[in-house]
């Protein structure tokens, strides 16, 4: 899947979803509600997030999108064209 992740840096309280399908501590497609303002220069910074055990962690920011981006990802899957 390529990268489409947003270039703007999160704040406390946006939404993000995991569209990474293989990682342990994260669901693919699952919401995660930012716990902190993400900081660093550019989009590979990290993003203070809970995790699915409860844990609150820091993965880079790169394995989430916004609402937005993941509703557009979906739309694009049910209307891309057959092969």
Request: charged share 30%; with cysteine; hydrophobic share 35%.
């Amino acid at each position: 899947m390529k990268n489409i992740s947003s270039t703007r840096l999160h704040k406390r309280g946006d939404i993000l979803v995991c569209f990474t399908q293989e990682w342990e501590s994260f669901t693919y497609g699952k919401k995660y509600e930012v716990l902190m303002d993400q900081f660093g220069p550019d989009r590979m910074s990290i993003v203070d997030v809970m995790n699915d055990r409860g844990q609150r962690y820091m993965p880079a920011s790169n394995y989430f999108v916004t609402i937005e981006e993941w509703r557009q990802m979906r739309i694009d899957e049910i209307i891309k064209p057959f092969n």
